[in-house]
């Protein structure tokens, strides 16, 4: 007889662990301190299912860049230089991990690619709506030392199974007619299999999958330490850390803040997924009426304002890019990403309770990676609950 479970968190990471639990026959209860699924860092989202984004950002180009973007007010990446040991400790650990960044990238895509079959077949079998459009995903390149970087970073994604080519300029008017390119665009790199979709309600609908068809329990609690008698899986985001805490496990995570946009009713707005590299901005087409917009980096704790001067650069790049677009009715987001100096989510169990699992920790992956991380932390904990029939 398999064990009751319980999932503290009910975004993408908590509510596809509980499926994979419960389709192995698991009684399953979800908590979570919101009424709703998904109503923190999985709300809103870039909404891009990508092993195109899996290079980790562990470089020294990396940091070069965030010193340069220290003095530059709308810059890509932001960091608050207030003293925190705990921010400060996550930057010489990112920094720490660079030498391993070309081993992570490259797992990092093939779990991608693992996650995109999963989700698919999820949707298939529970017959869920989530405004999935499937035109693949275009980056473009403005700088001839990113270029080079990419057709470098390619070849990994190439190894790990990942089909995507170079593309000249005229091959990206021709992959997205909708974009009006920038004067020095030097050429992209194009994949067919990446896809984008709603995450809210992908989550909202699975729920719905969940409590309706396998007896899934939704319970609208805070947790605030662990002490289980029974197997629980921690699945808080950026609150993992501190819930990790409360029984001597210390989680590198750090809160690294992001903002989007969605623009309603886009009837200028591009169908093919897009990231532009340059602006690290990234634009997804959610369904027939939206376009979600995204972008930006920032380091300065659990703060999540929606702080305009962040918001101003991704209406004024959607308006630069699609000519025509109407920014008038849009709707701001601001999100906190789980993200560990590695760039890897931590998926395994603790080890000074064995009745504690953690998956958590995907950065700005959580879409992309958690139908295969939860997958994995499921089967582990079956096999756990099996070895002690």
Known sequence: MNKKVAIVGAGIAGITTAYYLARA?????IYDKRKHPA???SYGNGGQLSASNAETWNSWRSVKKGVKWLFKADAPLKINPSISIEKYTWIYRFIRAIPNAEKNTYDTCMWALAAHKLYKEIATRENLSFDMVEKGILHIYTDQSELDNARKVNKIYNKAGLERWEVSP?????IEPALVPPPKLLGGFYNETDFTGDIHKFCTNLLSVLETKYNVKHVNKEVKFLNPDIPL??????????LAKTIGDNLPIYPVKGYSITIHNP?????????????KIVTSRLGED???VAGTAELNGYNTDIIQ????PLIRWSEKMFPGINTEYITPWAGLRPMTPYMMPIVKRSKR????????????LGWTLSAYTAQKIAEQITESSDAQK
């Open 25 to 29: 026959g698991h009684e399953v209860v």
């Open 39 to 41: 109503m923190a860092t």
């Open 170 to 174: 005229k091959e990206c008017l021709d």
């Open 233 to 242: 899986v921690v699945c808080a985001g950026v609150n993992s850390r501190e």
């Open 267 to 279: 009837e200028v707005a591009p169908w093919t997924s897009m990231l532009d590299d340059g602006a």
């Open 290 to 292: 939206r376009l979600r």
């Open 309 to 312: 001067r962040r918001i101003r």
């Open 353 to 364: 309770n064995d009745n504690i699992y953690y998956n958590t920790g995907h950065g700005h």
